[in-house]
């Protein structure tokens, strides 16, 4: 069952009241209650299904340069939303399609249905695949992995925070690619994981020992794709390891996002980035929005054929948004986060 605080004539909504000064707190979101808001022409209502649970939230959350405006005081937190159309003011969209979009943290949710696309279920599949491989997720570790990357067979791919939802879709498409894939977790049942059922050619545990050492056993011809998801640390390490011309994908720095505001601490290795040779790129998914069914024909295909496996971690509630949000910065979740605020159509 889902969050029993729903009601049909009520919009719940989480705002920003406090910008967080390192770990995201109670306090720094507060949950308003409302009337549902009206459409205009052109806008659709939404009823908002599942929330999409990712580290970016810490970002919009600050007030720093960022690639998007940042989420103001007392705005609603900002978010990935799958949702069924309950009203709708345009010809684009009929009452019952659902769609996905930026709904924000909240029961409902009035959007111009221009900036909503919409899910066409594919057999076999729960809608939550599609906040997962056939979302962002999956657009993410396809294109940052394919045109940053560019794997060539053979070639050593290492990917960090390899057992969450885009490190673990990187590093199986890897594996299709005919690379040798290391994957870099947080504990030994997650680089089982990786390794046992993903196919991963070795795992790290970087809580685990030298973080240097084993990375270094596991990539005896060192390392020609790097897919940061982490920063810190294991980017330093990583960038000692790097071969030749290597190619690093930044594709997201989550063990820096509570220092923001502070400014982290640059990578003490950056010199092989000239030594080697190497391309660093940062990218962000929505760079590659006009290619996105190109990503899902072929992640489509993946699945059907069983080459691709994911997971998929479902909290109840929208009251409980703030503390799944917590769970990304400890590592006390199973896939991709995804808060379930109403039951499915």
């Not at 685990?208 to 794709?225: F, K, M, Q, R, W």
Request: charged share 25%; hydrophobic share 40%.
């Amino acid at each position: 069952m889902t969050d029993t605080g729903r009601s049909p004539d009520t919009n719940r909504s989480w705002r920003l009241d406090r910008r967080p000064d390192s770990d995201p707190a109670d306090g720094n979101l507060r949950l308003h209650r409302e009337g549902l808001p009206e459409i205009a022409d052109g806008e659709i209502l939404v009823r908002n299904v599942y929330l999409s649970i990712d580290p970016t939230h810490r970002i919009w959350m600050s007030d720093i340069d960022q690639y998007m405006d940042p989420v103001e005081l007392g705005d609603v937190m900002r978010g990935g939303t799958i949702g069924v159309v309950e009203q709708t003011r345009s010809s684009r969209l009929s009452v019952g399609d659902i769609v996905t979009g930026q709904g924000g943290w909240q029961d409902y949710c009035a959007l111009s249905a221009r900036m909503v696309r919409k899910i066409e279920l594919a057999s076999g599949l729960p809608l939550t695949a599609y906040m997962g491989p056939l979302g962002n997720i999956g657009a993410t570790a396809y294109f940052g992995l394919l045109e940053i990357g560019k794997p060539r067979p053979g070639e050593t791919v290492v990917v960090s925070a390899a057992a969450g939802a885009v490190g673990s879709l990187v590093g199986q498409i890897a594996k299709l690619m005919g690379c040798h894939v290391v994957g870099i977790a947080g504990s030994d049942e997650k680089c089982a994981w990786l390794t046992d059922d993903l196919g991963f050619d070795a795992s790290v545990n970087y809580k685990s020992g030298s973080i240097y050492d084993t990375l270094e056993a596991a990539c005896p011809n060192g390392i020609d794709v790097y897919f940061d998801n982490v920063g810190g640390e294991i980017l330093d390490t990583a960038l000692t390891l790097i071969n030749l011309n290597a190619r690093i994908a930044t594709c997201g720095l989550i063990s820096t996002y509570n220092d923001l505001e502070q400014g982290g601490q640059g990578p003490k290795m950056y010199r092989n980035v000239l030594m080697k040779r190497a391309t660093i790129r940062g990218f962000i998914v929505s760079d590659f929005l006009r290619r996105y069914p190109e990503a899902f024909a072929a992640i489509r295909h993946w699945l059907r054929i069983g080459a691709l496996q994911y997971r998929v971690d479902v909290r109840e509630g929208l009251e409980h948004a703030p503390d799944v949000l917590k769970l990304l910065f400890s590592g006390r979740h199973d896939g991709k986060l995804i808060v379930k605020i109403s039951e499915e159509p």
